[in-house]
């Protein structure tokens, strides 16, 4: 059973364009929902997190926006540029689970192209 | 400060055999978890240590286990090696157990199993 569903599988966009990548969960216990950075060869890095008492979150061109209620939330990149180009990992994990696992959902292949 | 090191970078071995992967935790951080990361796929929790206990496994066969070290290295042990398991494996330190500790990710090692 995949419990974090990430959509689109890749994404192309023009340098300069906005990135949206969404991702949708289904157990409601979870409490902290993190966005990973990948490149190849590289294990993945936090980008940026949030938790599901706030709606959004910026750190400069990326936002986080969340939906509570709907169960989802999504990436933003604005201002895209080619150095963006990676594998873009949703991640949801909650306290209850004492390992505080993460569960991934399986990725976004971004390309930013000139 | 080192980050997340793991050995090796590269392993090739033949379906039934018996393989150990290891993983030098950042400076400070004393809980060690363990991804499998399928081709195309996200990374999927195996377990975690905290302080040389388990704390937390995944959907994952008993032969798959770790060990965890008193300076917080890590092993992770695949016993009769199976296709399937080809993958990239992960290692993650993080400062703590906790949700909101953020998890640091080495560069993984690249297991074929023929």
């Known amino acids: 059973q995949q419990q974090v569903k990430q959509s689109p599988q890749s994404l192309i966009v023009q340098k300069g364009g906005i990135s949206i990548i969404n991702c949708a969960y289904e157990n409601t216990a979870f409490d902290y929902f993190p966005w990973y950075q990948q490149f190849p060869g590289k294990g993945p890095a936090l980008l940026i997190a949030i938790r599901p008492d706030v709606s959004e979150k910026k750190e400069g061109r990326f936002t986080i926006s969340f939906n509570k209620s709907a169960k989802q939330f999504s990436l933003h990149i604005m201002d895209s540029q080619p150095g963006d180009s990676a594998t873009y990992f949703c991640a949801a994990t909650y306290s209850g689970a004492g390992s505080y696992q993460l569960t991934f959902g399986k990725g976004t292949k971004l390309s930013v192209i000139p | 400060e080192t980050g997340v090191t793991q050995s090796p970078t590269h392993l090739i071995k033949t379906r039934g055999q018996q393989v150990t992967l290891r993983c030098s935790s950042q400076s400070g951080h004393n809980t060690v978890s363990w991804y499998q990361q399928a081709l195309g796929q996200g990374p999927q929790f195996i377990f975690q240590y905290y302080r040389e206990e388990e704390n937390g496994r995944g959907n994952f066969p008993p032969r798959f286990s770790g060990l965890q070290f008193p300076n917080y290295s890590s092993e992770l042990n695949v016993n009769a090696l199976e296709l399937d398991d080809s993958a990239l494996y992960l290692c993650?330190?993080?400062?703590?157990?906790?949700?909101?500790?953020?998890?640091?990710f080495g560069p993984g090692t690249r297991l074929t199993v023929l």
């Open positions: 993650a330190s993080s400062l703590d157990r906790g949700s909101y500790n953020e998890q640091f």
